[in-house]
């Protein structure tokens, strides 16, 4: 009796330290610490381990369009890793509203912005620029069709750190950033701010039925070869930028603008901030 007292007083004891480092503790990604009660039988006394669950980081992602028109934006999460599916992989967004989604670390994809999207006599729904061709507003895992400005993460998959960027590797169909809200560490905005379609070249356009443009080409997408593509025998870190990559480097230094344009153009944070995703910053 002696032994089972002297064994529960301990075990209390140990739970009231561990629940008094929880309550003082403000991270998002710790693991709760474990609790112990103590049973005995006729023929032993042991310690029984309860184990708490963990509690898993959640990320805030707001999507803001400053654009003058309707956007459709579009969620990708990247199934080969760790990723849980978001709440929604689609869905409108009018001018000057905006929304947010919750992510579920650890997690990895993209998000882009459809424009100039409707719904035929069928009820097939299809836009015009990055559409995922699912028929429907939700794009249901498919990815977006090129040309396309992306917004990349991996969220909470590498030592509980944020990797985030713009990327125009894929090409161009409107302005895009990301900012980090809350965080620590070197947490700046990841931004493409200019309109990359007015200086877009001829061989690069892509238009509308009138004429206008409304989105820009990769050239690897408009050619694909190796050189522009980074493919072949240029598929190496050395792999240089082309006259055509400077394009989309010269009007968005922050985003890549080809496949090896690794330089300062990932950015990284940390303490779990959540996210905003702005349209025509």
């Known amino acids: 009796m002696k032994k089972t007292l002297s064994l529960m007083i301990s075990c209390l004891i140990l739970a009231f330290f561990f629940l008094s480092v929880d309550a003082g503790y403000n991270g998002s990604d710790h693991v709760q610490h474990d609790i112990c009660t103590v049973t005995s039988g006729p023929d032993e006394v042991r310690i029984m381990i309860l184990k708490?669950?963990?509690?898993?980081?959640?990320?805030?992602?707001?999507?803001?369009n400053n654009c003058p028109s309707t956007i459709w934006p579009g969620t990708l999460s990247i199934t080969g890793g760790q990723s849980t599916q978001l709440s929604t992989t689609g869905f409108a967004l009018a001018s000057r509203a905006s929304t947010s989604l919750d992510v579920q670390t650890p997690w990895s994809g993209r998000f882009w912005a459809q424009t100039g999207c409707s719904t035929n006599t069928s009820g097939w729904f299809s836009c015009a620029t990055a559409d995922c061709a699912s028929g429907q507003v939700t794009c249901n895992g498919n990815g977006a069709s090129l040309p396309v400005s992306l917004v990349e993460f991996n969220v909470g998959m590498f030592g509980g750190r944020d990797f985030y960027d713009v990327s125009l590797v894929d090409g161009f169909n409107m302005p895009v950033s990301v900012s980090p809200d809350g965080g620590t560490g070197i947490c700046h905005t990841s931004t493409c701010p200019m309109d990359v379609n007015a200086v877009c070249p001829l061989e690069l356009q892509q238009k509308a039925p009138d004429g206008s443009v409304i989105a820009c080409k990769s050239a690897c997408t408009a050619f694909n070869q190796p050189q522009y593509?980074?493919?072949?025998d240029f598929l190496t870190p050395a792999c240089p930028p082309t006259n055509y990559s400077m394009i989309f480097k010269n009007q968005c230094p922050q985003a890549y603008s080809y496949a090896y344009d690794d330089v300062n153009n990932t950015f990284t944070c940390s303490g779990a901030p959540n996210y905003v995703i702005t349209f025509c910053p």
Do not use: D, N
Request: glycine share 6%; hydrophobic share 25%; proline share 6%.
């Open 52 to 64: 708490r669950p963990s509690a898993q980081s959640v990320r805030s992602i707001t999507f803001r």
């Open 229 to 232: 593509c980074c493919t072949g």
